[in-house]
């Protein structure tokens, strides 16, 4: 069974479809622990309304101590999986080390097109826009010591409907992640996805 750790910095889109999904029995899993560095993080709230343990760990002065907190908080909770949702922080050595191979992160584009340093939400929506693509999508990639250059796992393009805004194009392909991100879990679950 897949034991999932969610790192969320924000709202946790991702986390919140696939939370719904093994709880509407549509993915085998088990949420083990959200984690966010901010403590106003809306997803943790939300992950504590449904049961699911939260811990805050904040971006602290020394890097090395926020990343070893990470990887113990992850390790204690029994996580196979670590899922990112929005979480705003690069992942350190330890982590990275621990979870090699077993870290997933969903991005609001089409990578390795719009991906990068400071490339996180409506960011990239308005740079797709600004480049006049025709379409988009969203990506389900591998984490690695650098910024979305993981090996990617899953996509799913979407043509940019004609007048499409910021706001519009950021719906459309938040629906998508979610969709897409649930059913990559699934096949990773029932074996037909190996990485």
Known sequence: MLKLGFLAS?????????????????????ACVVVSNKAESAALPWAQGRGIPTRVIPTLPDAGEADIALCEVLKAAGVNLVILSGYLRKLGPRTLEAFAGRILNTHPALLPKFGGKGMFGRRVHEAVLAAGELETGATIHLIDGEYDTGSIIAQRAIPIPTGADVAALEELVMGAEA????????????GQLNF
């Open 10 to 30: 924000n709202n946790g889109s991702a986390m919140r479809a696939i939370v719904d999904a093994i709880a509407a029995h549509r993915l085998c899993a088990h």
């Open 179 to 190: 969709s897409l991100f649930v059913e990559t879990l699934n096949r990773i679950q029932t």
